[in-house]
């Protein structure tokens, strides 16, 4: 049997993940879009421009996903 204890640590990390999930996702695409814009701004807007700040986007997102999440395990 599962102390309870841990059964609400376990229960409060598990509730906050996904918002801390979207808010990283969130916060990736935000990057991707502003490195979309400045580069459409400087006109140099190829299929390979855009390709990389998607790449970025994603890296962006799955960064701040690892670090928050790490955090927040760190400190429960």
Do not use: C, D
């Not at 991707?32 to 701004?41: K, N, R």
């Not at 996903?65 to 400190?75: E, G, S």
């Amino acid at each position: 049997m599962i102390p309870m204890r841990l059964k609400t640590k376990r229960l409060k990390l598990w509730s906050i993940k996904p918002f801390l999930a979207a808010l990283a996702i969130s916060l990736g695409y935000f990057a991707m879009a502003e490195i979309t814009g400045i580069l459409l701004m400087l006109q140099q807007s190829s299929v390979l421009v855009v390709l990389t700040s998607i790449a970025l986007g994603v890296f962006a997102s799955h960064f701040i996903t690892t670090k928050i999440t790490r955090l927040f395990i760190k400190r429960n």
